[in-house]
């Protein structure tokens, strides 16, 4: 797992940095359904997609929050005083409070089921009825794009992968929450190179090849044996889905 204190400082700029963030932000707002006005955003990072989502509506107020203390640090500089240091399983924030929800690239990290389950509860919790809750889901199979890349990477030890749509699909129903739409954007910027991919292997990006061990310098030769090794492959694109918590605010 990446240390995402440390992960901070380059974050952005290795993935795809302010137009991936446009891409994510606009497909997370076309989701959203007409009035909606309070959204907390899990897992903020940086807060690079968290400003674009609040500056894409007029009216809507967003609220971020985020574990690691150096993503909180820069993204309250991009949102000054909307940015709290929580963990996403146990929110700061009383049931019902918000109109919509959002974790984008959140729930692949993790360490098992039962937190993905609990962020899904917590998101559930805090949303009110009537309200959304957008979630991307399957990240790792988005960055296949059939590449040589991909076909080397293919022997790899498979990981666990929750954030599966059918695995979130189970976790929002056992929540009270229904399906409410999908939406599909382009990772800009997030093609893979074969040097690249090496470097992503060498710091730990793929969980099932721990840096150093024989297995994942194995791959590392195979990949650095590929052609055109600074070029980037194609895009990934990811998948969001919608869901709506039953009832409507009077409910309440």
């Known amino acids: 797992m990446l240390d995402y204190d440390e992960e901070a400082g380059r974050y952005d700029a290795a993935r795809g940095g302010e137009p991936r963030a446009a891409a994510a932000a606009e497909a997370v707002l076309a989701l959203l359904p007409d009035g909606t006005r309070g959204l907390l955003d899990v897992a903020c990072g940086t807060g690079i997609v968290t400003r674009r989502i609040a500056a894409g509506r007029d009216g809507l107020r967003v609220t971020g929050v985020d574990l690691a203390a150096e993503m909180v640090r820069r993204a309250a500089v991009r949102l000054p005083g909307a940015v709290v240091r929580a963990d996403s399983r146990r929110l700061p924030f009383r049931d019902g ?10 729930l692949h990290l993790a360490p098992t089921d039962a937190d993905a389950r609990a962020i899904v509860a917590e998101c559930a919790r805090v949303l009110r009825p009537g309200g959304v809750y957008v979630t991307t889901v399957d990240k790792a199979a988005s960055h296949n794009v059939g590449s040589d890349i991909d076909a080397v990477l293919a022997s790899r030890p498979p990981g666990a992968a929750r954030d599966e749509a059918s695995l979130v699909d189970s976790h929002a129903a056992g929540h009270g929450l229904v399906p409410a739409g999908r939406g599909r954007f382009p990772g800009r910027g997030q093609g893979r190179s074969p040097r690249r991919t090496v470097a992503d292997l060498r710091r730990g990006w793929f969980v099932t090849l721990p840096p150093g061990e024989r297995r994942a310098e194995a791959f590392a030769a195979r990949l650095a044996e ?19 918590k039953p009832g409507t605010s009077a409910d309440a």
């Open 226 to 244: 590929l052609p055109d090794q600074d070029r980037p492959r194609p895009d990934p694109w990811f998948t969001l889905k919608a869901y709506r």
């Open 97 to 106: 409070q918000f109109d919509a929800v959002s974790s984008v690239w959140l």
